[in-house]
């Protein structure tokens, strides 16, 4: 029973997306949706989702009752709910899911649900390692699904337009870029929900799933799973699952060449794991990338900014801006600058992302955060994280998809399923 990925059809890809086309347009443009994962952020989602005319909510999944409870109130009543997410996927009424649930589920959710026919809306991190991701994509090309990776800033205009101007050589050569995340949780989080003890409202063996079985801890589930590696790889894959995928585009290569990290848990008192201080370095072929986070000390945020021999582009959810390097001027005398200042303001992404998926699942051209991008950008986290744990450098062979070299570092690009789950 435990094993969602073991469904026999009888139909080729190229039927699946047939079939999925002709049930849009027979259902007269409404593209009927199923929520799996109904916590904070898929609620988000699931608003954002709902107010496009086109989408029908039909079901909405959660192993915690409150979260089920809520996003089936999201919908007014017209959801039913479920508390496995094989029962949304046997649905024949439902043609596209989000998944929003903790990392460590991302992955086989996703690919039951390719093989059950249905488009996925997944979160970043696309997966919780990097074989999980590799087999993600194969079973969106396999099964001709449409998979987009929820992360907006591929959709927001502002990032597109920094982006061509960086590629255009708007702010000269580029060899350097910095991206991070930074705020001030000290001495830690805590526990938001269920402190008291599992109830059951929480069906804890479900929400472990493929994890290794551990006791209860009411801190290790709604939202702070981020911080255990069982789960997912801490602000490295939080946010570093966006930044880091505007690096990587900015530099349009597939991957790093190598990585280099270090950090660690050194003030945060909550029971976490996942690191409260990082420095990462990711060496791609004429290009260094940095990732900062610290969970203990704010200072300057910032969230990428990009070197080049004319300017410094600084880039945010809230916009762009340009500030030029200065040249002496001939003669000597003084210095001028090298470009004009620019200035863009932040556009909108999170409509931006839902509308390209829909309008992808109807016209089954690749959306903007494809499933490919999603792996590779999620990829960059994992061997960053690999790197910080084992304390030292990664080569990387990206298409082999393997670290050159070192056997222990190569296991750790799997992690093994509890019990009969399988993917």
Not at 7 to 17: E, N, T
Not at 168 to 175: A, P, S, Y
Not at 264 to 287: C, H, I, M, N, S
């Given at each position: 029973?435990n094993?969602p990925?073991?469904?026999?059809f009888a139909?080729?890809?190229a039927?699946?997306?047939?079939?999925s086309?002709?049930?849009v347009?027979?259902a007269?443009?409404r593209v009927?949706?199923?929520?799996?994962?109904?916590?904070?952020?898929?609620?988000?989602?699931?608003?954002t989702?709902?107010?496009q005319?086109?989408?029908?909510?039909?079901?909405?999944?959660?192993v915690?009752r409150?979260?089920?409870?809520q996003?089936i109130?999201?919908t007014?009543?017209?959801a039913?709910?479920h508390?496995?997410f094989?029962?949304v996927?046997?649905?024949k009424?439902?043609?596209?899911?989000?998944v929003?649930?903790?990392?460590?589920?991302?992955?086989?959710?996703?690919?039951?649900?390719?093989q059950?026919g249905?488009d996925?809306?997944?979160?970043?991190?696309?997966?919780?390692?990097?074989?999980?991701?590799?087999?993600?994509a194969d079973?969106?090309?396999?099964?001709?699904?449409?998979?987009?990776?929820?992360?907006?800033?591929?959709?927001?205009?502002h990032?597109a337009?920094?982006?061509?101007?960086?590629?255009?050589?708007?702010i000269?050569?580029?060899?350097r870029?910095?991206?991070?995340?930074?705020?001030?949780?000290?001495?830690?989080?805590?526990?938001?929900?269920?402190?008291?003890g599992?109830?059951?409202?929480?069906d804890w063996?479900?929400?472990?799933?493929?994890a290794?079985k551990?006791?209860?801890?009411p801190?290790?589930?709604i939202?702070?799973?981020?911080?255990?590696?069982?789960?997912?790889?801490?602000?490295m894959t939080?946010?570093?699952?966006?930044?880091l995928d505007?690096?990587?585009?900015i530099i349009?290569a597939?991957?790093?060449?190598?990585v280099?990290?270090?950090?660690g848990r050194y003030?945060?008192?909550?029971?976490?794991?996942?690191p409260?201080?990082?420095?990462v370095t990711?060496?791609?072929?004429?290009?260094?990338?940095?990732?900062?986070?610290?969970?203990i000390?704010?200072?300057?945020?910032?969230?990428l900014?990009?070197?080049?021999?004319k300017g410094?582009l600084?880039l945010?959810r809230?916009?762009?801006?340009?500030?030029p390097?200065?040249?002496s001027?001939?003669g000597?005398?003084?210095k001028?600058?090298?470009?004009?200042?620019?200035q863009?303001?932040?556009?909108d992404l999170?409509?931006?992302?839902?509308r390209?998926?829909?309008?992808?699942?109807?016209s089954?051209?690749?959306?903007?955060?494809?499933?490919?991008?999603?792996?590779?950008?999620?990829?960059?986290c994992?061997?960053?994280?690999?790197?910080?744990?084992?304390?030292?450098?990664?080569?990387?062979?990206a298409?082999?998809e393997?670290?050159t070299?070192?056997?222990?570092?190569?296991?750790?690009?799997?992690?093994?399923y509890?019990?009969?789950?399988r993917?």
């Amino acid at each position: 029973m435990n094993n969602p990925t073991r469904r026999h059809f009888a139909f080729s890809a190229a039927a699946f997306s047939a079939l999925s086309a002709a049930r849009v347009e027979g259902a007269n443009g409404r593209v009927r949706f199923g929520l799996i994962g109904s916590g904070g952020r898929g609620r988000q989602d699931w608003e954002t989702f709902l107010k496009q005319p086109e989408l029908e909510p039909v079901a909405v999944c959660d192993v915690y009752r409150p979260f089920l409870e809520q996003g089936i109130a999201m919908t007014e009543g017209r959801a039913k709910g479920h508390k496995d997410f094989r029962q949304v996927l046997d649905r024949k009424d439902v043609d596209a899911v989000i998944v929003a649930t903790p990392d460590h589920w991302h992955s086989l959710i996703t690919i039951a649900a390719c093989q059950a026919g249905k488009d996925v809306y997944c979160e970043k991190p696309l997966s919780l390692t990097v074989v999980e991701g590799r087999r993600m994509a194969d079973a969106a090309r396999k099964y001709n699904r449409i998979v987009q990776a929820g992360s907006q800033q591929r959709s927001g205009a502002h990032y597109a337009q920094a982006v061509k101007l960086i590629q255009d050589g708007g702010i000269g050569d580029v060899h350097r870029i910095r991206a991070g995340y930074q705020r001030n949780i000290y001495p830690g989080l805590k526990a938001t929900a269920l402190q008291a003890g599992l109830t059951d409202q929480l069906d804890w063996d479900m929400w472990l799933g493929p994890a290794p079985k551990r006791e209860f801890d009411p801190f290790r589930c709604i939202y702070n799973f981020r911080w255990f590696w069982d789960y997912s790889g801490g602000q490295m894959t939080n946010w570093g699952a966006h930044h880091l995928d505007i690096a990587r585009w900015i530099i349009g290569a597939k991957a790093p060449v190598a990585v280099s990290g270090a950090g660690g848990r050194y003030a945060l008192k909550d029971g976490g794991e996942t690191p409260d201080v990082q420095e990462v370095t990711y060496q791609f072929p004429g290009v260094v990338v940095t990732w900062t986070s610290s969970e203990i000390s704010e200072g300057v945020p910032f969230t990428l900014d990009i070197f080049g021999t004319k300017g410094m582009l600084s880039l945010t959810r809230g916009g762009f801006h340009v500030k030029p390097e200065m040249a002496s001027k001939e003669g000597g005398k003084g210095k001028e600058p090298l470009m004009e200042p620019l200035q863009a303001d932040g556009t909108d992404l999170v409509i931006a992302h839902a509308r390209n998926f829909l309008e992808c699942v109807k016209s089954r051209k690749k959306p903007n955060a494809d499933v490919e991008e999603g792996h590779l950008s999620a990829v960059m986290c994992h061997l960053g994280n690999i790197s910080t744990r084992l304390g030292r450098t990664l080569r990387w062979d990206a298409e082999k998809e393997q670290i050159t070299g070192d056997p222990e570092a190569n296991k750790w690009l799997e992690r093994e399923y509890r019990g009969s789950w399988r993917s």
